[in-house]
Nanobody, 126 residues
Framework: QVQLVESGGGLVQAGGSLRLSCAAS????????MGWFRQAPGKEREFVAV????????YYADSVKGRFSISRDNAKNTVSLQMNSLKPEDTAVYHC???????????????????WGQGTQVTVSS
């Protein structure tokens, strides 16, 4: 069992930056790939970024590539999402999620993630 709590959301102007954090409970954090997903009003939840269990690889949605950066600290059980050059279309509730490292499905697939945080609101004004 893993419990996830996000923080760091808020209101920012277009072009600004925010850093989201996700704190995980439990001793098995390093056995999970950690992802960030977002859900805008009236839209489905979508993949944003993922970092593999050992921090060795990261993957991003095309819409955020070059602007967002995901990282993790297994000693502190945390995963972060640095968001730069924010756009109004980045406005959404951002969730962190955990996927078992040996899962055989796609790392982009929302259904591969077993544990979810409640989310933190990010609003980007134009």
């Amino acid at each position: 069992q893993v419990q996830l709590v996000e923080s760091g959301g808020g209101l920012v102007q277009a072009g600004g930056s925010l850093r989201l954090s996700c704190a995980a409970s439990g001793r098995t954090f390093s056995t999970y790939d950690m992802g960030w997903f977002r859900q805008a009003p009236g839209k489905e939840r979508e993949f944003v970024a993922v970092v593999r269990w050992n921090g060795g690889s990261t993957y991003y949605a095309d819409s955020v590539k070059g602007r967002f950066s995901i990282s993790r600290d297994n000693a502190k059980n945390t995963v972060s999402l640095q968001m730069n050059s924010l756009k109004p279309e980045d406005t959404a509730v951002y969730h962190c999620a955990a996927r078992p490292r040996f899962s055989s499905g796609s790392i982009y697939d929302i259904h591969e993630y077993w544990y979810w945080g409640q989310g933190t609101q990010v609003t980007v004004s134009s």
